[in-house]
T-cell receptor, first 117, second 111 residues
Framework: GDSVTQMEGPVTLSEEAFLTINCTYTATGYPSLFWYVQYPGEGLQLLLKATKADDKGSNKGFEATYRKETTSFHLEKGSVQVSDSAVYFCALSDEGDVGTSYGKLTFGQGTILTVHP | DAGVIQSPRHEVTEMGQEVTLRCKPISGHDYLFWYRQTMMRGLELLIYFNNNVPIDDSGMPEDRFSAKMPNASFSTLKIQPSEPRDSAVYFC?????????FGSGTQLSVL
């Protein structure tokens, strides 16, 4: 079955440091890939997505590139802020239907990011 | 729009009691998903609906769990009887044409 593996956390960085959170996946076919962010006490929010190989998703300074050859979708940000402290989830969907493709997701275990001033 | 609304935010109950979690999706969204989040198993999809019809309930852990969506603006997830291992955060999410929006979740503690 499908699976998503994220780098072990937690990750602790100083403000303005470079961030990488690794994500690799196993899936049949050509899944869509997502990064979600969860702030304390809140539900998950979509951060960015990519639907085909070599696509780059980006939002709020975060980027991730869909690498089919390495089955990876690593999250990066050039300069993190204290407000980026949250839990980050990598996820995939191998559903072809547009309705379920964004909702029927397999999630990684999440990576806790803490950014200090 | 107020977003996906879940109630209650917190629920503490005793083993054996019935628990009902509620969800109001975003108006106009035609898909509704119930997820469960635990430290051990992470986020798991329990069941989802399309246009109020249950499509896939293969993630529902046991017969003690049931979900309904009587109309487009309301869904429930019921656990009867509840057990301590059901303790988790339960999220409802709704989707339309490619955007998935989560509620803030219900923190369930079964003692």
């Amino acid at each position: 079955g499908d699976s998503v593996t994220q780098m072990e956390g937690p990750v602790t960085l100083s403000e303005e440091a470079f961030l990488t959170i690794n994500c690799t996946y196993t899936a049949t076919g050509y899944p869509s890939l997502f990064w979600y962010v969860q702030y304390p006490g809140e539900g998950l929010q979509l951060l960015l997505k990519a639907t085909k190989a070599d696509d780059k998703g980006s939002n709020k300074g975060f980027e991730a590139t869909y690498r089919k050859e390495t089955t990876s979708f690593h999250l990066e940000k050039g300069s993190v802020q204290v407000s980026d402290s949250a839990v980050y989830f990598c996820a995939l969907s191998d559903e072809g239907d547009v309705g379920t493709s964004y909702g029927k997701l397999t999630f990684g275990q999440g990576t806790i990011l803490t950014v200090h001033p | 729009d107020a977003g996906v609304i879940q109630s209650p935010r917190h629920e503490v109950t005793e083993m054996g009691q019935e628990v009902t979690l509620r969800c109001k999706p975003i108006s106009g969204h035609d898909y509704l998903f119930w997820y469960r989040q635990t430290m051990m198993r992470g986020l798991e999809l329990l069941i989802y609906f399309n246009n109020n019809v249950p499509i896939d309930d293969s993630g529902m852990p046991e017969d003690r769990f049931s979900a309904k969506m009587p109309n487009a603006s309301f869904s429930t997830l019921k656990i009867q009887p509840s057990e301590p291992r059901d303790s988790a955060v339960y999220f409802c999410a709704s989707s339309f044409a490619g955007g998935l929006f989560f509620g803030s979740g219900t923190q369930l503690s079964v003692l």
